[in-house]
């Protein structure tokens, strides 16, 4: 078993002069008032001073503008208070002005009635470390500031954006959810999210989440999520499973779209498709047997029953052809291919003109009011009577216990406004809005009237590319009132 | 406010006995410990009140809003509360540093509250100004927000939480401060931001009760034109001038500090 070294063999090899002097550290004392008192010869080489610079000097010339602040402000109490400091990061000034990163800590010597008698101070040069340090700041704060980039772009997405643990545990959800649902950032757990999802979705989605989460494999669900104002829209939720970089952690990382106009705007198409089958078919089954009535009068061209049946195949090839020309006009609109061919024509005897048939076989009364003489537009007239009969086969459809029908023509210096008045039953405020929306009808599927919902809408963008207005005023049980109107220029 | 509640958040402690009350009110980045040297000296004689402020010390961190305390009359709230809650009068204010001009802006808000104020090593305004020297210019106090920020209360204080991320480990940032004053680094800048870009000059003139400044030797954060200014220009002022060097004569020099606080009281 080695002996312990004799103390008398040590001394020699151990000279505490030497270790103060050279120590690989500054030492250094000061009064209780911050006075210099002793130096060691480390921190004479450090700062550049010689024993005579340092002596006498108060501890504070030795620091920089902020130094000193924070020398009164905190290292003096708290050397009061505790009678230690430690790791204080100060900057002290070297004799040739440039600075010297130290950590500094110290120690009060108190005599027996409590008095500090005598500051001792360490101090480290840490100038390398410094520049690590700076290093460790900076990529702190640039990963910082992606972060914020990356939060501020979830947040500006139309999505919803969300991260969850394994388990499903949202530890991320963006703006748009927080809106969504109208709550805070951390709400938002997995029960929550699910006591937002349609009932009827509900046990599909916790079966495709556990096992997609069981499996690895990606998720994507519809499913309709409840909004603040009580409704339910449809969503498409998707979530990937990622790696986080350290430790081969997991998560998921996923997106909830709003796909409800998209669900909404499919389900229309659907129906109109339904109504328009409905509406050709009508007039093909009446074609139809008109046929083979016909075709049992061959040998009897003489038949009386022959003009009349002429009369009904010519009112329904007509019918199809007007549901044809509407799907046409439809068409053409989505594809915004709807020509216009403009030109200078006299609004007043146009619709004078186009009256004329009505007159003839319709017994309303239709008085035209307003201006009176020639009235020049430049539009497509072809286009504008289309609107304009329009209105007013609407007006006899709808409004057939009317007796009259007005129109009036009024204009001003900018445009001329052409409207059609019924004496019907109106139309609900709420509905108002919709009726010119493509394949909106205010009757729905089943209804008396007939037709594909489509002619207000085709209006409305015949009106929109002449750059004018359309619109309508109704009060329910005394009329209604459609009016359009066309830029003089 | 509910008196316990404000009790409780600002960690109001009363000692001593006395039908008179003196109030202490700690500076900046400290909290009420700062008084512990000079508070045997009246606990005889007067009752005597010590609070932290809202964010510092051992106060109820959690009722510090930053948008409150962003200004000083964040702080003159805390103390008229303070008041209030224990139905103080006439008491004798003692505040050190900032907590000068908090007392002076309370003492105008509420004079009933308050006898006297004894203003320890006060300054209206920190920065320089035309026809004033506050003794520092902007660059000076950045270089110490500089130096706060990378040094609240020593490296590890600043540093650990920084690097190591407090967020997850909010015990780790308590015990490395609480070895001095267990203020929060984020709301020590706040205040120090408070302290030092206020500008109470003219507050000065519109106190209506007596009050004492205590002036130090070599104060680089109250230096001596400073202190001279605030008799100047308050009303009823009196200034005793101190041997007793830096910015904290009652930590380094309490004896003389009760010394001069005993002769303004009687």
Avoid at chain 1, 33 to 49: C, H, S
Avoid at chain 1, 91 to 114: C, D
Avoid at chain 1, 208 to 236: C, D, M, P
Avoid at chain 2, 84 to 110: D, R
């Amino acid at each position: 078993m080695p002996q312990p070294p004799y103390k008398a063999s040590l001394d020699p090899l151990i000279d505490l002069e030497a270790l103060y002097q050279q120590a690989p550290c500054g030492y250094l004392s000061l009064s209780a008032d911050g006075i210099i008192l002793k130096v060691n010869q480390t921190l004479q080489r450090w700062l550049g001073f010689s024993n005579d610079g340092f002596i006498g000097q108060s501890f504070i010339t030795l620091l920089t503008k902020g130094g000193k602040m924070h020398y009164e402000m905190f290292f003096r109490p708290i050397l009061s208070l505790k009678s230690e400091v430690k790791e204080l990061s100060y900057e002290l000034r070297k004799h040739n002005g440039q600075v010297l990163p130290v950590l500094l800590s110290a120690i009060a010597i108190r005599n027996q009635q409590g008095e500090i008698t005598l500051i001792n101070v360490v101090l480290l040069d840490i100038t390398e470390r410094k520049v690590y340090e700076r290093e460790i700041f900076l990529s702190k704060k640039r990963a910082e500031n992606e972060k914020r980039h990356f939060q501020f772009m979830a947040d500006q997405v139309p999505e919803m954006i969300w991260r969850a643990s394994t388990r499903g545990e949202p530890e991320y959800v963006n703006a748009r959810f927080c809106h969504y649902f109208a709550c805070g950032q951390n709400q938002a757990s997995f029960a929550f999210f699910v006591s937002k999802v349609h009932p009827e979705e509900k046990r599909n989605l916790l079966r495709q989440v556990s096992k997609s989460f069981r499996l690895g494999k990606e998720l994507s669900i519809a499913l309709r999520l409840l909004n603040t104002s009580g409704s339910y829209e449809w969503h498409l939720l998707k979530g990937t499973l990622f790696l986080k970089e350290e430790n081969d952690d997991q998560g998921w990382f996923g997106t909830c779209t709003n796909t409800d106009s998209h669900v909404l705007a499919l389900k229309e198409k659907d129906e109109f498709i339904n109504i328009a089958s409905h509406e050709l078919k009508t007039p093909i089954t009446s074609l139809l047997a008109s046929m083979q009535l016909m075709e049992k009068l061959k040998g009897d061209p003489h038949s009386p029953m022959l003009p009349r049946l002429i009369g009904q195949v010519d009112k329904n090839v007509k019918r199809l052809n007007v549901l044809v020309s509407d799907l046409l006009n439809v068409g053409q609109l989505r594809e915004g291919q709807l020509e216009l061919h403009k030109g200078l024509f006299d609004i007043r005897k146009l619709i004078e003109d186009s009256l004329e048939q009505f007159r003839l076989n319709e017994k309303v009364e239709f008085i035209v009011q307003g201006a009176q003489g020639a009235l020049k537009v430049f539009a497509d007239p072809g286009r504008t009577e289309q609107v304009f009969v329009n209105f007013v086969n609407n007006a006899l459809k709808y409004a057939s216990g009317s007796k009259t029908i007005i129109i009036s023509i009024t204009y001003s210096s900018a445009d001329v406004k052409v409207s059609v008045s019924d004496h019907g039953p109106g139309i609900p405020a709420d509905k108002l809005d919709q009726l010119f929306d493509r394949y909106y009808r205010v009757n729905q599927p089943g209804s008396k009237y007939k037709g594909l919902g489509l002619g207000l809408y085709i209006c409305s963008e015949i009106i929109k590319r002449h750059k004018g207005q359309i619109g309508v005023e109704s009060e329910l049980g005394k009329g209604s009132t459609f009016w359009f109107s066309l830029p003089l220029r | 406010m509910d008196p316990l509640a404000v009790l409780k958040r600002n960690n109001v402690k009363t000692i001593g006995k006395g039908s008179k009350t003196l109030l202490f009110a700690h500076g900046f980045g400290c909290d009420q410990n700062v008084w512990q040297f000079v508070l045997g000296a009246f606990t005889d004689e007067y009752r005597i009140v010590l609070f932290d402020y809202t964010g510092s010390g051992n106060s109820e961190k959690s009722r510090y809003d930053s948008a409150k305390y962003a200004s000083i009359d964040g702080y003159v709230q805390d103390v008229l509360d303070i008041c209030e809650a224990l139905e103080l009068k006439e008491t004798i204010f003692i505040g050190h540093s900032v907590s000068s001009m908090v007392g002076l802006l309370a003492a105008i808000k509420n004079p009933e509250y308050f006898e006297k104020l004894i203003f320890i090593g006060p300054s209206p305004r920190y920065l320089n100004a035309e026809n004033y020297e506050g003794g520092f210019e902007k660059e000076d106090l950045d270089s110490l927000f500089e130096f706060m920020d990378s040094n609240y209360l020593g490296w590890s204080s600043a540093m650990a939480p920084a690097i190591m991320g407090n967020a997850d480990r909010p015990e780790l940032g308590t015990l490395l401060t609480s070895n001095f004053c267990a203020t929060d680094p984020q709301i020590a800048r706040d205040f120090a931001r408070v302290t030092f870009f206020s500008d109470n000059r003219t507050d000065l003139k519109n106190l209506t009760i007596k009050s004492l400044t205590l002036q130090c030797a070599q104060d680089i954060l109250a230096p001596l034109e400073v202190g001279k200014f605030v008799h100047a220009h308050t009303p009823g002022n009196e200034i005793v001038f101190l041997k007793a060097t830096g910015h904290c004569p009652h930590i380094s020099a309490p004896d003389e500090t009760i010394r001069a606080i005993k002769t303004f009281l009687n």
